[in-house]
């Protein structure tokens, strides 16, 4: 009887040390193939919204599911857009590139993964998984969404004046249900895994890549809040150790030193006066005396100082950069919405001076004035916005090309922030406007006037003869509010 036996050690990896998993548990803090490894996550938004609420700060009822809280300031979130690829005219791109602009969530960075198979000749989810547990450049880390200045060096090493504008939106991404959701995703090419936005086994307020933040209780608050959105904050998708309490100051960084840089991917806000984004469309809202529009968006990569604006895509012989569309609605009062003659939503403006107050068929839009039970008029302070018909959502826009359902698509993009449980909204181009539900009111309220205080005003057009300039020190009623919805397309 002949025995054969041949030692193989790990047939090839002598010299590159033992390979098994108790081995990496046991000495990764010291093995210099972990240690070395570049930062292994990689997350990025697709959906962002800013809403102009005086009162977004002030909540009657905090939920811990982001989406049970109507009202914020800034709220932003990671989707699957692939189905809409067609109407973003994806079609022809390279699956990589589909993938990479249209999903976005959290993932394994492409630069991790070949490290790690550069390292140990392999890149199986054991390896990737003790890679991660090993590396101290993650530990404890969750996803968490700030604002922070795009300017590192301003005001204290480039933080805001409230180091509390942030939050977590996720576990630790060390943890092991989400480690296994990571490495198990599908490999996206060259750009790490697939990205991830929905973690089914997750509690309900960690499920989601969403997030809000909400600030102010006044619309001198609001004003400064966007003052300092308009050039100066950046919305920032970057991560902070879920075991430490603290303040925004706990950011990671490349460098150690959050005060300079910080991992992860800006959003900075592209304000404007003009609420029409389409080449196709004017202004649909009244210019508010600020640019309370958001009009695009621009990404930043916050792990360089100074950062650095991402405009490249993988292929840019296809694209010359990322693009978001954005739309604003304006938040109309349920009151200030409906026919004080038919208690129904308003078809058309009255004439007040006709004791009939009939109808007049050439204001089907915009803006009406108000009565008041003396007779006095009030200038501008009711707006059209019906319950939006099939019909409209279903109309093609043949502006765009190709042709598409836009109304029908931008609905679907504000039932992303906005859900129908508390807010009734109307896409059509006509109207644009969304509505506070009742439920609404009973957890928080938009407007300092109040949502539902008929005896006071909000100036929806103060461009009437007889109104005056809206806003603290115009002297005149409150100024509206609007939320406006980015979303990435290419």
Same mark, same amino acid.
């Given at each position: 009887?002949?025995?054969?036996?041949?030692?193989?050690?790990?047939?090839?990896?002598?010299?590159? @040390?033992?390979?098994?998993?108790?081995?990496? +548990?046991?000495?990764?803090?010291?093995?210099?193939?972990?240690?070395?490894?570049?930062?292994?996550?990689?997350?990025?938004?697709?959906?962002?919204?800013?809403?102009?609420?005086?009162?977004?700060?002030?909540?009657?009822?905090?939920?811990?599911?982001?989406?049970?809280?109507?009202?914020?300031?800034?709220?932003?979130?990671?989707?699957?857009?692939?189905?809409?690829?067609?109407?973003?005219?994806?079609?022809?791109?390279?699956?990589?590139?589909?993938?990479?602009? +249209?999903?976005?969530?959290?993932?394994?960075?492409?630069?991790?993964?070949?490290?790690?198979?550069?390292?140990?000749?392999?890149?199986?989810?054991? $390896?990737?998984?003790?890679?991660?547990?090993?590396? *101290?450049?993650?530990?404890?880390?969750?996803?968490?969404?700030?604002?922070?200045?795009? %300017?590192?060096?301003?005001?204290?090493?480039?933080?805001?004046? %409230?180091?509390?504008?942030?939050?977590?939106?996720?576990?630790?991404?060390?943890?092991?249900?989400?480690?296994?959701?990571?490495?198990?995703?599908?490999?996206?090419?060259?750009?790490?895994?697939?990205?991830?936005?929905?973690?089914?086994?997750?509690?309900?307020?960690?499920?989601?890549?969403?997030?809000?933040?909400?600030?102010?209780?006044?619309?001198? /608050?609001?004003?400064?809040?966007?003052?300092?959105?308009?050039?100066?904050?950046?919305?920032?998708?970057?991560?902070?150790?879920?075991?430490? @309490?603290?303040?925004?100051?706990?950011?990671?960084?490349?460098?150690?030193?959050?005060?300079?840089?910080?991992?992860?991917?800006?959003?900075?806000?592209?304000? *404007?006066?003009?609420?029409?984004?389409?080449?196709?469309?004017?202004?649909?809202?009244?210019?508010?005396?600020?640019?309370?529009?958001?009009?695009?968006?621009?990404?930043?990569?916050?792990?360089?100082?100074?950062?650095?604006?991402?405009?490249?895509?993988?292929?840019?012989?296809? %694209?010359?950069?990322?693009?978001?569309?954005?739309?604003?609605?304006?938040?109309?009062?349920?009151?200030?919405?409906?026919?004080?003659?038919?208690?129904?939503?308003?078809?058309?403006?009255?004439?007040?001076?006709?004791?009939?107050?009939?109808? $007049?068929?050439?204001?089907?839009?915009?803006?009406?004035?108000?009565?008041? *039970?003396?007779?006095?008029?009030?200038?501008?302070?009711?707006? $059209?916005?019906?319950?939006?018909?099939?019909?409209?959502?279903?109309?093609?826009?043949?502006?765009?090309?190709?042709?598409?359902?836009?109304?029908?698509?931008?609905?679907?993009?504000?039932?992303?922030?906005?859900?129908? &449980?508390?807010?009734?909204?109307?896409?059509?181009?006509?109207?644009?406007?969304?509505?506070?539900?009742?439920?609404?009111?009973?957890?928080?309220?938009?407007?300092?006037?109040?949502? &539902? /205080?008929?005896?006071?005003?909000?100036?929806?057009?103060?461009?009437?003869?007889?109104?005056?300039?809206?806003?603290?020190?115009?002297?005149?009623?409150?100024?509206?509010?609007?939320?406006? $919805?980015?979303?990435?397309?290419?």
């Amino acid at each position: 009887m002949l025995v054969f036996f041949q030692n193989c050690g790990k047939a090839g990896f002598d010299a590159g @040390g033992d390979l098994s998993s108790a081995s990496l +548990l046991n000495n990764a803090s010291g093995d210099e193939r972990i240690s070395s490894a570049p930062f292994p996550f990689d997350a990025t938004l697709n959906h962002v919204s800013y809403m102009t609420c005086p009162m977004a700060g002030k909540a009657a009822f905090k939920d811990p599911v982001d989406s049970g809280n109507p009202f914020y300031s800034v709220r932003a979130g990671a989707y699957d857009n692939m189905p809409y690829a067609v109407m973003f005219q994806a079609g022809s791109l390279y699956p990589e590139e589909q993938s990479r602009r +249209l999903q976005a969530g959290i993932g394994l960075s492409g630069d991790f993964i070949k490290h790690v198979k550069t390292k140990f000749l392999r890149d199986d989810k054991d $390896i990737l998984s003790q890679a991660i547990a090993g590396t *101290s450049k993650a530990q404890n880390y969750a996803l968490t969404m700030a604002l922070i200045y795009t %300017d590192r060096s301003r005001m204290q090493g480039g933080f805001g004046w %409230d180091y509390q504008l942030y939050k977590n939106i996720s576990p630790s991404l060390t943890s092991s249900v989400m480690t296994n959701y990571m490495t198990n995703e599908l490999r996206n090419g060259n750009s790490g895994t697939v990205k991830k936005s929905f973690f089914s086994a997750l509690d309900p307020a960690q499920r989601a890549v969403t997030g809000s933040l909400s600030w102010g209780q006044s619309e001198t /608050d609001r004003d400064r809040l966007h003052s300092e959105l308009n050039g100066s904050l950046t919305l920032t998708l970057g991560y902070m150790d879920s075991t430490m @309490g603290g303040d925004i100051t706990q950011l990671a960084s490349p460098e150690g030193d959050p005060f300079k840089t910080v991992y992860g991917k800006g959003y900075r806000f592209m304000m *404007s006066a003009n609420a029409g984004h389409q080449s196709f469309e004017t202004s649909y809202h009244s210019s508010p005396v600020k640019s309370y529009f958001l009009a695009g968006i621009e990404e930043l990569n916050m792990a360089t100082k100074p950062v650095q604006v991402l405009n490249s895509v993988i292929s840019s012989t296809n %694209d010359t950069g990322r693009k978001w569309d954005c739309f604003s609605l304006a938040i109309v009062r349920h009151n200030d919405r409906m026919d004080f003659v038919t208690g129904r939503p308003i078809r058309a403006c009255r004439d007040l001076n006709n004791p009939a107050f009939p109808e $007049i068929p050439s204001q089907t839009t915009g803006v009406c004035d108000a009565r008041t *039970s003396t007779g006095t008029i009030i200038r501008g302070v009711r707006r $059209i916005c019906p319950v939006q018909t099939i019909t409209s959502l279903n109309a093609v826009n043949t502006n765009m090309a190709p042709s598409q359902q836009l109304n029908m698509l931008r609905l679907s993009m504000a039932r992303r922030v906005l859900p129908a &449980e508390y807010w009734e909204i109307n896409t059509d181009p006509n109207y644009l406007c969304a509505v506070p539900t009742d439920k609404a009111a009973s957890r928080g309220q938009c407007y300092a006037s109040g949502d &539902e /205080d008929q005896s006071k005003y909000i100036q929806y057009d103060w461009t009437q003869a007889g109104a005056k300039p809206c806003g603290p020190g115009g002297g005149g009623n409150e100024c509206p509010a609007f939320v406006s $919805i980015c979303y990435r397309t290419k």
